[in-house]
């Protein structure tokens, strides 16, 4: 076995192209489950509805992602690019994970914080929007960074509905000249170089909102 | 177990007639269940406009569902709440009075403020923000007015230079005392107070007790405390109510319930207080 570095920086163009596509999967999607949880996690609060709502949710926690992708992609209209329903499915995979992550942060706030907007009168949408959400939140801020990595790393399964991101473009161009070890070992670099930066802003964010 | 209706309109004695000795709370007749515990049992008490009440009496006696209850953070199990002539834990509908929706209840407290014993100040807000908050949000005061009024609270208060603190920067004691400021920045009429030093070190509550000594000297807004401090309920309250088991065992004067009790259950609570202290 060897290694060619120049074969390597050959492909790199291809592969880079290959990680501007997970990154953009990996940035609509997480702002998807960003604020589609939060949405979930508050209407989850009324009860009928929210109680379906949680059905819903367990069972797309409890299925794995690669068969809702492959599931939701030979469903949707062939109009529809696998790229957008990559992006789709993997924002509402992991806004059923970023729900529950708001509702334990909206858990925490103290009892007392509601009281206390009850007794000055204030309207539902001060009590949550200035009091209870940036209170919840910023208590959650280390586990919502988790889930963005998480994703990060669940971007290769995009590859089973056939959108070029970085480990598809990684095959093609490996199994093209069997240097199949070049072309894994240059992804996964690439992936440590964007989640390894994202890890230390995110403890950085965490600690800089941990103070309250 | 919801609230019944109430078939009547005019409330109990005394109210709604317009006379000017019209009480401005009443209690008629008010149970509060929790599950199959009773914490009050038919209740009947009234507060004069300005009067400053202390509720004392031992844990559990219902004291501060008292308060809770007239910040309508809880709702009555039977019985009205009164205030100003107007029902309050119900609302009239069609000659009937019935429990008062979430609307009329929002409405009706804007006249009440409650002071509690965690503070409950808002940590991700600084002092002033937490001051004006209500005012700008509930009485739609201008941002200027509403900080001028601020400013004036903190100064009430002896903190005048923290106004731009967080509330985590601030000592328990000067905690409270800016809850106490956020409470009066909407002008209520009523004021409760919940056992608002408990939670301090020994050597704060002395700070917190001027400021409502002075609250209580210089305006007349009506006061409910509920508290274990015994000499400033004897100096501050003009009524003694002394609860046991969900009703008021015995009410009077300071001078009377601390000098000369006439119940049993009250010579061994404050007993029981005095040799804490």
Not at chain 1, 66 to 80: D, G
Not at chain 2, 221 to 242: P, Q
Request: with cysteine.
């Amino acid at each position: 076995m060897f290694w060619d570095f120049q074969w390597t920086f050959e492909v790199l163009p291809d592969l880079l192209r290959g990680l501007g596509v997970t990154i953009q999967v990996t940035v609509v999607g997480y702002l998807i489950a960003l604020i589609l949880g939060l949405l979930i996690a508050i209407v989850r609060r009324i009860p009928i509805f929210g109680s379906v709502l949680h059905a819903v949710m367990e069972f797309i926690r409890t299925t794995p992602l690669i068969i809702q992708l492959v599931f939701v992609f030979l469903l949707a209209p062939s109009t529809v690019s696998g790229l957008t329903v990559g992006i789709i499915v993997i924002g509402v995979h992991y806004s059923a994970y970023t729900a529950e992550v708001y509702r334990s942060g909206i858990e925490g706030v103290a009892k007392g914080q509601w009281e206390a907007a009850r007794a000055l009168s204030l309207p539902g949408r001060r009590t949550w929007g200035a009091i209870v959400l940036p209170q919840a939140i910023r208590k959650v801020i280390p586990a919502l960074g988790n889930y963005l990595i998480a994703m990060f790393k669940d971007t290769p399964l995009l590859l089973a509905i056939g959108v070029t991101e970085l480990l598809t473009e990684a095959q093609r161009v490996g199994s093209a000249s069997f240097r199949i070890v070049e072309a894994y070992t240059a992804v996964g670099l690439l992936f440590l170089l964007v989640s390894v930066p994202s890890a230390i802003l995110i403890r950085r964010l965490e600690r800089r909102y941990a103070a309250v | 177990m919801p609230p019944s209706d109430i078939p009547a309109t005019e409330g109990p004695q005394g109210v709604g007639d317009g006379s000017k000795d019209q009480p401005l709370i009443v209690f008629d007749q008010v149970v509060k269940r929790f599950g199959d515990l009773t914490v009050l049992d038919h209740l009947d008490f009234s507060v004069a406009p300005g009067e400053r009440v202390t509720l004392i009496g031992p844990s559990g006696s219902g004291k501060t569902t008292i308060l809770r209850l007239l910040m309508t953070l809880e709702k009555v199990t039977e019985g009205c709440i009164w205030v100003g002539g107007e029902p309050y834990s119900h609302m009239r509908r069609g000659g009937h009075l019935t429990p008062a929706g979430e609307g009329y209840l929002r409405e009706r407290r804007k006249r009440v403020g409650m002071v509690f014993q965690q503070f409950n100040l808002f940590p991700n807000m600084t002092v002033r923000q937490n001051i004006i908050e209500a005012p700008v949000h509930v009485l739609g005061t201008s941002k200027a007015e509403a900080n001028a009024r601020a400013v004036e609270l903190l100064d009430m208060v002896g903190l005048g230079d923290k106004i731009d603190a967080h509330p985590t920067q601030l000592s328990g004691g000067q905690q409270q005392r800016v809850a106490i400021a956020r409470a009066l920045a909407m002008q209520p009429e009523i004021l409760l107070l919940d056992e608002v030093t408990s939670a301090l070190d020994p050597e704060l509550v002395a700070g917190v007790l001027d400021v409502l000594r002075e609250i209580a000297e210089t305006t007349d807004i009506t006061m409910l405390c509920v508290t274990h401090e015994m000499g400033f309920a004897r100096d501050v309250s003009h009524r003694v109510l002394m609860f046991d088991q969900g009703q008021i065992a015995e009410e009077g004067t300071p001078e009377q319930i601390f000098g000369e009790p006439k119940e049993e259950r009250t010579k061994s609570f404050l007993r029981s207080v005095l040799d804490n202290e």
